[in-house]
Every structure is written in structure tokens, then in C-alpha cells.
């Protein structure tokens, strides 16, 4: 059964990103943009060992403030991938076109969280 991608958070997201890498041997660190801050709806999986960001997004995900936000560590060699809600896979398409590496969209199916493959922008 397909759920809304409303009843999940970027940080829920976040957290199934991060277990993925883990299982994989390597160390995920979450980071979330607080709601307080200009960037509500976005969390970041810091992968060291593999030089990378992934940024998570909700419905509510202003992609363009979020991925300016992280543009230093992009310009600095990090490899930048961009997860948000199926229903938002074209919009990020658009909206990561020479900004991120690879976009991937996410949804919630049987209560658990599912991922497309990743993908060029």
C-alpha cells in the first residue's frame, strides 16, 4: 500500500540513507537543518569515507536554498546526491541540473521506505 510521503520526514529519510551505508561498512553522520533556521525540511547524510552529501527533502524542502547551502563542500570535491519524494523527481531534476550528481526519489510503501535507482540529473 502506497502511503503519502507526508507521513515522513527528511530526518526519517535520513536515517534509512544512513542505515543503507552503514550496512555497508561505512560511517553515515546525520545532520539536520533545524526548523528554526531558513532551511526547514532538509537533512544531510555526511558519508566521510566516501566524500559524500546526501541531502534529504520533504514536501516542504526549498531545494534551491538547500542545495546553495551545501555548494562550498560540492565546490570543495564532495559529491553531492539529492533524495526527495517521488512526486518531486522531475522538479529536482530541473532544480539539480550541474549542482548535484545524482538525484533519487523516495516513497513509503507497506511502511516501509523505498528508493528509485539513482539517477543523472
Known sequence: MFEEPASRTSKD???QAALSYVLN???????????????PGA??????????LDVTADDSTK?????????EHRSAGWDV???VPLRRLAE???ACRGKTSMVQGWWVSGGD????????P
Open 63 to 71: 531545494l534551491d536554498l538547500v542545495l546553495a547551502a551545501v555548494e
Open 113 to 120: 521506505v523505498a528508493f528509485t535507482p539513482p539517477q543523472v
Open 13 to 15: 529519510i535520513a536515517r
Open 81 to 83: 546526491w539529492t533524495i
Open 92 to 94: 529536482a531534476h530541473e
Open 25 to 39: 561498512g561505512h560511517e553515515a553522520q546525520i545532520v539536520e537543518f533545524g526548523a528554526s533556521s531558513e532551511l
Open 43 to 52: 537533512s544531510v547524510v555526511v558519508i566521510p569515507s566516501l566524500s559524500r
